[in-house]
């Protein structure tokens, strides 16, 4: 069973950026596809970005392209996301998940596995 642990959350000001890191165990992380997602209060959980196994493929929200970059360490069976030029709106509980499948994903019921959650909050 795959495991999936977020953490690099945190309170940030506006403009700030901080890096998340999702650490896998229990699986064949380098094979997986991999993706980020967020949840604010009230809303549904939405895309972030996602990168293919090897790394080569990505895709991003539209609300967040040039301010997010995703990146994949598979040596270490980690994630990451780099967030910078936060914004208030991008306040939310941010997921990471993996699908068996290696390649590129928007819809979160494609993927498999999923991270107990990190929050990002950012002030004004």
């Known amino acids: 069973q795959v495991q999936l642990v977020e953490s690099g959350g945190g309170l940030v000001q506006a403009g700030g950026s901080l890096r998340l890191s999702c650490a896998a165990s229990?699986?064949?992380?380098?094979?997986?596809?991999m993706g980020w997602f967020r949840q604010a209060p009230g809303k549904e959980r939405e895309f972030v970005a996602t990168?293919?196994?090897?790394?080569?493929?990505?895709y991003y929200a539209d609300s967040v392209k040039g301010r997010f970059t995703i990146s994949r360490d598979n040596a270490k069976n980690t994630g990451y996301l780099q967030m910078n030029s936060l914004k208030p709106e991008d306040t939310a509980v941010y997921y990471c998940a993996a699908r068996l499948l290696g390649i590129i994903a928007t819809n979160p019921r494609e993927y498999n596995y999923w991270g107990q959650g990190t929050q990002v909050t950012v002030s004004s």
């Open positions: 990168i293919s196994w090897s790394g080569g493929g990505t």
């Open positions: 229990g699986g064949t992380f380098s094979r997986y596809g």
